[in-house]
């Protein structure tokens, strides 16, 4: 029998990830609107007094933000400024070799409130400089429609995706996007981690528990049902108008393990899979999973469904699935050991993992798992659009030292690989915060993941002055040597 080839195919995406919110900046600039970002002011030693979200902010906190707005500091604002760095920041992953950049498209600059007749033509010009500026360097790039943003206005007038009616503002939106770019970028995704939600009704979908009148669990669900139909509408233009272009779904993919071998921990595990799964068997299969409507009834989650939605499923699902991977956590069915509702990670730790500064837990096997049994369940070509390690630097005389994160890496690469080897279909590979973003959970600078190191504190405060750190040239030798070079 002829030797299986291994290794990264020929033609494989290398390259890093950002978000809009996170990185963009130019909040006050080009025409841009406010944003959901915008009201999340900074909140000094955040993770100390157990905060486990700055931007989780209820309706009252959200109203003092607003009218405190002078005396805050609202670190998305300028983020780490890629609108006025984009040229130098693309020409330093043009040097490390990057063959793809995901980036986000900030919905806020192309329609300010999200909801004029036509969109901001100096928004669209912005983006069509920074693709232009890619494609100088033989970069493709990889957009998300929205990162975890919305228009502010679209916040205080509908209760964000709260509303049915975001699913005709995105379209807007989307199809813009479409018409407007689709001869410069070939991949799409629509929502950033669209499972998050379950966890971050303010950031993900741009609204207030509190003002739905519903409980929890019924208000998320219903904010992600709109979301799934505006997605598969959008596929559905995407695929009728830009057929050589390629559309996916994306999840934060959280490997889950039993906390014990008793049948109750696993089918615990189970369930809890079955629900990070959830969004994918939608976008992917076209279906609710039966498992999932009887879930809604156990736990008293009831959905207004939008007409028609079964076919718009049905009819239009992804080219590819997008997952972020940053760590593994462990499921028990003990009622003790469990979490409040409303959060995806357990507190449950695993022994048998280290763990990050910021207590996510390392598991580089557990990309391989996941890549496998991804690709077993719905046999898509995967992107692997997330993953790196968010630690501390230190920067010393201009030189980042950073070889914790060139392990972290290399560890994970190997896993890809063995993934790749073991027959998935993997694209590509972005890591997350390629260059220094601001954190999506605590508005820090301090926890970073790029390979170039970004001069800013979590005050704001610096020159924003871009340096390389170590990993950029070990990472820049991974991708010339198409990952065979890991050391
Ligand atoms: C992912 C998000 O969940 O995690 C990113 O898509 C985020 O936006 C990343 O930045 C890491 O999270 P954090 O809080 O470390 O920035």
Known sequence: MEKMKSGFPKNF??????????????????GRGKSNYDYICSIPNARKKGIRHIGELDYKTYCYNKKNENKLYFPYRRATDFYHHYKEDIAMI?????????????????????????????????????????????IEPLVTMTHYELPAALVEKYNGWQSSKLIELFLKYSNTLIDEYKDKVKYWITFNEINALICHPFTSGGFFIEKTGKNYFSAIYQALH??????????????????????????????????????????????????????????????????????????????????????????????????????????????DKREEPGYLVKKLKN???????????????????????????????????????????????????????????????????????????????????????????YGEMEKRYGFVYVDADNEGKGTYNRYHKDSFYWYKKVIASNGEDLD
């Open 226 to 335: 709109h979301q799934y139909v505006a997605s598969a509408l959008t596929v559905k233009y995407l695929h009728e108008t830009a057929p050589n272009c390629l559309i996916g779904s994306m999840i934060a993919r959280l490997e889950c393990y039993p906390y014990t071998c008793k049948p109750k921990d696993v089918a615990a595990t189970l369930l809890e899979d079955q629900i990070n799964f959830f969004s994918f068997d939608i976008m992917a299969r076209g279906e609710y999973p039966k498992r999932m409507y009887r879930y809604f009834e156990e736990q008293d989650i009831h959905i207004e469904y939008v007409e028609g939605y079964e076919n718009i499923l049905k009819n239009n699902t992804v080219d590819f699935l997008a997952l972020s991977y940053y760590m593994s956590y462990v499921v028990s069915d003990d009622e």
């Open 351 to 441: 022994p048998n993992i280290p763990m990050t500064d910021w207590g996510w837990g390392i598991d580089p096997e557990g990309l391989r798992i996941t890549l496998n049994r991804t690709y077993d369940r719905y046999k898509l070509p995967i992107f692997v659009v997330e993953n790196g390690l968010g630690t501390y630097d230190k920067f010393v005389d201009g030189k980042i030292h950073d070889n914790y994160r060139i392990e972290y890496l290399k560890k994970h690469i190997e896993k890809l690989k063995e993934a790749i080897d073991n027959g998935v279909e993997v694209l590509g590979y972005t890591t997350w915060g390629c260059i220094d973003c601001v954190s999506a959970t």
């Open 94 to 138: 043009a040097e490390m070799g990057f063959k793809v950049f995901r980036m986000s498209i900030s919905w806020s600059r192309i329609f300010p409130t999200g909801e004029e007749m036509e969109p901001n033509r100096e928004g669209l010009q912005f983006y069509h400089n920074v693709f232009d500026e890619l494609h100088k360097y033989n």
């Open 13 to 30: 995406l290398w390259g890093g990830a950002t978000g809009a919110t996170q990185y963009e900046g130019g909040f006050n600039e080009g």
